[in-house]
């Protein structure tokens, strides 16, 4: 069993920026791939970012290309999602995942088999 606790989330304005952190126990996140998924009221959960193993690799949604940046500190068992230039579309509810062997698509949310319980993103416009 792999817990997920997500971090890290806040009010920010518009162009302001966060790090969202994913702390893991139960097992090492060392051969996991991890992904970032986030849900606005009233829509579906998105793809945000992904960090695979076997091939590693880096994955990011168009939407968030360029601004935001996953990364893993295996020491510490913790997947990070630093977010900058936010926009008012940014916020929702961000969601870390976890998979040990990644057989579907990086950027579905049903190929991950556990989750955290969420961090909330505001940002003012």
């Known amino acids: 069993q792999v817990q997920l606790v997500e971090s890290g989330g806040g009010l920010v304005q518009g162009g302001g920026s966060l790090r969202l952190s994913c702390a893991a126990s139960?097992?090492?996140?060392?051969?996991?791939?991890m992904g970032w998924f986030r849900q606005a009221p009233g829509e579906e959960r998105e793809f945000v970012a992904a960090?695979?193993?076997?091939?590693?690799?880096?994955y990011y949604a168009d939407s968030v290309k360029g601004r935001f940046t996953i990364s893993r500190d295996d020491a510490k068992n913790t997947v990070y999602l630093q977010m900058n230039t936010l926009k008012p579309e940014d916020a929702a509810v961000y969601y870390c995942a976890a998979e040990f062997l990644l057989r579907g698509a990086y950027y579905l949310s049903h190929s991950y088999d556990y989750w955290g319980q969420g961090t909330q993103v505001t940002v003012a416009s």
């Open positions: 960090i695979t193993r076997n091939p590693e690799a880096t």
């Open positions: 139960g097992r090492t996140l060392r051969s996991y791939s």
